[in-house]
């Protein structure tokens, strides 16, 4: 979520960027037209997606392809849309997208200090009634049968850390698997919860359409929005957010305005449903909304 209120917050002032130092990050390549290039970042907080313009003076190394990975160094100028719209001076093809990305082991020592310092996502791939029993607190749930249909929509960022894991390790590696041969980038099995010499928490929790349903029911004056928030296009964020002690999923309502899409608001649901926030965009603060 961080990417997201990064940039709901700072669209205002992206364009007195002009005429700031070049600026270099990672990405994934989405689209290829003439003249331009889509791109997804990988673990840049300024931004998660752009619209890159490659011009006649822009260097290229590699080929432009959808699917390639590239480190792409652009002028400082940040033009105000969603995605962004930026200008490439340097783009370096580092993977073609013919090259299989790879899921990468890691122990539950690695996996732990990654929750801990990185920005990820931990998904749980065993069934409702193993999660009930005890799970790691902020892992997300999709069971390994369900994976190809639920992915798609709930993990919205191909680029994002994925940390897996199951009971055993079985499922983890055949999921962690999957999820390469889906289009995503960065996927890391830690195995089996069996394996886990860190704390657990049980119970259940919302699924990302429940708890947008929770929201649903509360008035626009409530949400400080124009409309309801059913007319927005919803795009949940990667990972939870800790507010109060709560875990919280994180949402955001974004306008179509045609050209472009406008942000209007960010909110948070607890995963238990007890509580909804919202974003106070003046301040950045957390805001509860009563119901």
């Not at 005429?19 to 840049?44: K, L, Q, R, Y």
């Not at 190394?61 to 792409?72: F, N």
Request: hydrophobic share 40%.
């Amino acid at each position: 979520m961080k990417k997201i209120v990064f940039l709901f917050l700072c669209l205002l002032f992206l364009s007195g960027c002009a005429g700031s130092e070049n600026v270099t990050f990672s990405a994934v390549v989405d689209s290829v037209s003439d003249g331009s290039i889509m791109v997804s970042t990988i673990s840049f907080d300024s931004f998660d997606k752009a619209s890159v313009a490659v011009t006649d003076q822009t260097q290229v190394i590699g080929t432009l392809e959808a699917g390639a990975q590239a480190v792409i160094t652009i002028k400082g100028e940040i033009r105000e849309s969603y995605p962004v719209q930026v200008t490439a001076t340097k783009i370096v093809i580092t993977q073609d997208a013919d090259v299989p990305a790879q899921y990468k082991k890691i122990t539950a020592e690695e996996a732990k200090t990654l929750i801990e310092s990185d920005d990820v996502v931990l998904l749980d791939v065993r069934t409702q009634e193993e999660y009930d029993e005890g799970h790691i607190d902020g892992a997300l749930l999709i069971e390994d049968t369900r994976l190809k249909e639920q992915a798609p929509l709930l993990l919205t960022d191909k680029t994002a850390k994925i940390l897996v894991y199951c009971r055993s390790g079985r499922r983890s590696a055949a999921s962690a698997q999957e999820l390469i041969e889906m289009g995503y980038t960065d996927v890391l099995d830690f195995g089996g919860i069996i394996d886990w010499p860190y704390e657990t928490v049980t119970g259940t929790q919302l699924t990302q359409d429940e708890a947008l349903a929770v929201i649903e029911k509360l008035s626009a004056e409530k949400l400080g929005l124009p409309v309801g928030i059913s007319e927005y296009k919803i795009i949940f964020d990667d990972v939870k957010t800790e507010i109060d002690g709560a875990s919280c999923y994180g949402l955001s309502a974004f306008a179509d305005l045609g050209e472009r899409m406008e942000n209007m608001g960010v909110f948070y649901v607890a995963v238990d449903g007890s509580a909804i926030y919202k974003i106070n965009s003046m301040t950045g603060d957390y805001e509860k909304i009563d119901p």
